[in-house]
């Protein structure tokens, strides 16, 4: 059973960063896509940023491009989320997941197979 370990979030300012981690317990960051997602209250999840197995692909959901980074760091199987020039419409909780059946990325939260408990990001205006 994979399990993902979600850290990092908090209560921040307006402008501020975080950085998310998302630590699995087994060798399937290097192996297989990795997204980020959120969920706001009253919303719907949505794609936030994924990467590929191969590194090489990396996307963003529009609204956070040019200020949330995803990346992955295989040694220590854990894939992180930087979020700079945070905005309060950026809170929300945060999920990361794993997509074992397709080696491309998807936007649509149904396509991945298991998730982590979600960490609370907060930003304050």
């Known amino acids: 059973q994979v399990q993902l370990v979600e850290s990092g979030g908090g209560l921040v300012q307006a402008g501020g960063s975080l950085r998310l981690s998302c630590a699995a317990s087994e060798r399937i960051i290097s192996n297989y896509v990795m997204g980020w997602f959120r969920q706001a209250p009253g919303k719907e999840r949505e794609f936030v940023a994924a990467?590929?197995?191969?590194?090489?692909?990396?996307y963003s959901a529009d609204s956070v491009k040019g200020r949330f980074t995803i990346s992955r760091d295989n040694a220590e199987n854990t894939v992180y989320l930087q979020m700079n020039s945070l905005k309060p419409e950026d809170t929300a909780v945060y999920y990361c997941a794993v997509r074992l059946r397709y080696s491309t990325y998807s936007t649509y939260s149904s396509d991945y197979d298991y998730w982590g408990q979600g960490t609370q990001v907060t930003v304050s205006s």
């Open positions: 990467i590929t197995r191969s590194g090489t692909g990396i």
